[in-house]
């Protein structure tokens, strides 16, 4: 790679398999219950974590060596909800259509534990730019489960994708529901996301039993 | 050795200073930005006025409200007139028509009563003021819009919905503050608002009966319209029943008018 020194880019890749914020480190959970029932609000989602992560992670990076470390955490919280804020606002003044849209992500956002997370474990400790592509890679990492979970409950729940029918009209009894087909509703539910999750883990620990703890 | 960070003095300071400039940032922010954001949720109200009454770019499928710049021009055009009711124990006390209330409230245009407030008057048992905005909708018809305004599953949910003389619903739109998207967040979603066109808020007998967000009510496709039912959000059961409650206790209090307009 010409663009990304080898240690760099493993910072981006491998965040989105094998050292996984959601399926291997177990954060950013209650996100992926909580706003995966439709795919458009899932990719919504993943890219305002996105953008978050990328700024936050430098902007702590960049305060690392004067945060005291006895209240390290309340000064990354408060960074992330400034942060957020500020979007916020700006987005009201200047994209008000948008801004209802995002409204409800906000905060989620300031929760998301993989947030926290790497300004905790990554961007105190190194440099911008690293923890620039840190907070990306984990990002994306974030992004890709939430998508695969948005996409099985939003098809397997409503029968559509990004609100597009997909499998035909469940009231006209149209395509797969003509012969018997019938939606999900438990995939609408949050427990349903916690399952998928659970089965994205079986399936990347079966292929990789590295990840396997004894 | 200690390091400079790790200080007690260090500590209380950085902690001074950075929530001052924090702190100056947002408010300095927020209070420049507030002129902008109050003005588009001023044109937010217009649209949904006029989504209500049916002006707006619906196209097939997804709900779209009218360009922001015309919001101002088709309100003035559209929306006739403005009565404001009081209403006290159920009853109209008195109504004003909207030159009157302007001349009462230093100008404020009726539209921009805040609803959640005159519902708290009510409570604390004082009288309740009623906007209704009078106007023609696409096809015509004269329609008489009402906010409505209910707590959903996480916060508030409010909306407009647009009635003729019979109190047959014309046109609705709901919005909410924080349901769960892809959820509760979906009474907004264009299959759910557009299943209360043409449902009626009376009984047979005349009575006011409301809309209930029904489960397995056996008409998904919603053929009957005097049911007083609409079908429901499957996994969305308290905005549902959030969006029945404050049809039923804010769309009574307008029972009365349409009962004098009729005589």
Redesign the interface.
């Known amino acids: 790679m010409g663009l990304l020194s080898k240690k760099d880019a493993k910072l981006i890749t491998d965040p989105l398999a094998d050292n996984n914020p959601i399926t291997i480190q177990v954060l950013g959970i209650c996100s992926a219950l909580?706003?995966?029932?439709?795919l458009e609000?899932s990719i919504v989602m993943s890219i305002s974590v996105l953008f978050v992560m990328g700024v936050g992670n430098v902007v702590i990076s960049l305060m690392r060596?004067?945060?005291?470390?006895?209240?390290r955490i309340?000064?990354q919280l408060?960074v992330v909800a400034?942060l957020v804020?500020?979007v916020d606002?700006?987005l009201?003044?200047?994209a008000?259509e948008l801004s209802k849209t995002l409204?409800?992500?906000v905060?989620l956002i300031i929760t998301n534990c993989i947030i926290m997370g790497r300004f905790e474990a990554f961007a105190l400790g190194n440099g911008p730019w690293r923890s620039f592509l840190d907070g990306i890679g984990n990002a994306a990492g974030y992004a890709v489960i939430l998508i695969i979970v948005g996409f099985f409950?939003?098809l397997l729940?409503s029968g559509t994708l990004l609100?597009i029918p997909i499998l035909g009209d469940p009231?006209e009894k149209t395509g797969l529901y003509s012969i018997g087909y019938e939606n999900n509703?438990f995939m609408?539910?949050s427990p349903m996301a916690l399952i998928v999750v659970g089965i994205i883990i079986w399936v990347q620990r079966t292929r990789n039993k590295d990840l396997v703890e004894d | 050795m200690e390091k400079r960070t790790d200080k007690n003095s260090y500590t209380i300071i950085f902690a001074i200073v950075m929530v001052l400039v924090v702190g100056t940032l947002l408010a300095g922010l927020a209070s420049s930005l507030k002129p902008r954001i109050s003005e588009n949720q001023r044109l937010e109200k217009q649209q949904n006025i006029l989504y209500a009454m049916g002006i707006n770019n619906n196209d097939d499928t997804s709900a779209n409200f009218i360009a922001t710049e015309n919001a101002e021009k088709l309100f003035t055009e559209n929306v006739e007139e403005q009565m404001v009711l009081t209403s006290k124990d159920g009853k109209l006390v008195s109504q004003m028509t909207r030159q009157e209330y302007m001349d009462a409230n230093n100008g404020q245009e009726p539209y921009l009563i805040d609803v959640k407030k005159q519902k708290s008057n009510a409570k604390n048992g004082e009288g309740r003021q009623l906007p209704l905005f009078i106007g023609k909708s696409k096809d015509g018809n004269t329609v008489y819009v009402a906010p409505i305004y209910g707590k959903g599953l996480w916060d508030a949910i409010w909306g407009y919905v647009a009635m003729d003389k019979n109190m047959v619903v014309q046109g609705a739109y709901f919005d909410h503050k924080g349901e769960t998207p892809g959820l509760g967040a979906n009474i907004k979603q264009r299959y759910f608002m557009d299943d209360f066109i043409g449902e009626h808020l009376l009984s047979a007998d005349g009575a006011f009966k409301g809309i209930t967000v029904a489960k397995g009510n056996a008409d998904p496709k919603n053929n009957d319209k005097t049911d007083n039912e609409v079908d429901a959000i499957a996994g969305a059961t308290i905005t549902g029943d959030g969006v029945s409650a404050m049809i039923k206790s804010d769309l009574r209090l307008y029972k009365p008018y349409f009962d004098n307009l009729k005589n």
């Open positions: 909580a706003i995966t029932a439709e609000a060596n004067i945060i005291p470390s006895k209240i309340i000064a408060i400034t804020i500020i606002l700006v009201k003044a200047f008000y409204s409800v992500f905060g409950r939003e729940g609100g009231i509703g609408l539910l």
